[in-house]
């Protein structure tokens, strides 16, 4: 089992900059490839990045590219999303998911992901 926290969500003004945490635990962190997720409302929850076990991968959905980096800290057993050049459409829940078996890479599904953390509010204005 993986317990993941998500924190660093708030309101900004686009353009500005903000930076997403993630701590787990519950099991071994560098055997996790990690992403974020995304759900405005009244829209299906979509990939935002991926990084793998060991952080020398990542992929990242289109419309971040250039302006979101995805990190890991194994020794911290942490993840980060930077977000750069915020926009309003990057208003959302974001969420901190953990995939354990390596099915494939890069997974960008929901269902390929086994746990996920609570969410934490982005709010862009413009």
């Known amino acids: 089992q993986v317990q993941l926290v998500e924190s660093g969500g708030g309101l900004v003004q686009a353009g500005d900059s903000l930076r997403l945490s993630c701590g787990a635990s519950?099991?071994?962190?560098?055997?996790?490839?990690m992403g974020w997720f995304r759900q405005a409302p009244g829209k299906d929850r979509e990939f935002v990045a991926a990084i793998s076990w060991s952080g020398s991968s990542t992929y990242y959905a289109d419309s971040v590219k250039g302006r979101f980096t995805i990190s890991r800290d194994n020794a911290k057993n942490m993840v980060y999303l930077q977000m750069n050049s915020l926009k309003p459409e990057d208003t959302a829940v974001y969420y901190c998911?953990?995939?354990?078996?390596?099915?494939?890479?890069?997974?960008?599904?929901?269902?390929?992901?086994?746990?996920w953390g609570q969410g934490t509010q982005v709010t862009v204005s413009s």
């Open positions: 998911a953990a995939e354990s078996h390596g099915r494939r890479w890069p997974p960008r599904g929901v269902s390929e992901y086994d746990y």
């Open positions: 519950g099991r071994t962190f560098n055997s996790l490839v």
